[in-house]
């Protein structure tokens, strides 16, 4: 049996879902050491940074059974910080936060500033 159906069964009583009350944050300066240092021709190149809250594992049976409505319990708690994710590689971690009713993330961590040469 799989860890999710194991644990479904070991709670009393039905799961509860909960609306997440995200902090409302404004545009704030930035402080802190940026990624690069000086103006580089890299500046002007645009990514998708995609940003992980967590992973679940299932069977396909499971996603196959899967209804409208039902809780996916991700492997992350409510606090623990999100990935910014650059081509399948974490990249920066922060919280989530909300600016303007549209979800957003603070960035907490980065790696150390890059040096190009």
Do not use: Y
Not at 46 to 58: I, P, Q, S, T
Not at 65 to 79: F, H, K, P, Q, T
Not at 96 to 105: D, I, M, Q
């Amino acid at each position: 049996m799989s860890q999710m159906i194991e644990s479904f069964m070991n709670r009393s009583g039905p799961l509860r879902a909960q609306a997440l009350e995200l902090p409302e944050t404004a545009a704030v300066p930035r402080d802190g050491p940026a990624l690069l240092q000086e103006t580089h021709p890299l500046h002007s190149v645009k990514v998708r940074v995609e940003v992980c809250l967590g992973a679940a594992e299932m069977t396909v049976g499971e996603l196959l059974g899967a209804r409208a409505r039902e809780v996916l319990i991700l492997d992350r708690a409510v606090e623990d910080p999100v990935d910014l994710v650059l081509d399948g590689k974490v990249v920066a971690r922060g919280e989530l936060v909300a600016v303007e009713g549209a979800f957003a993330v603070r960035i907490t961590e980065l790696p150390l500033p890059l040096k190009l040469t």
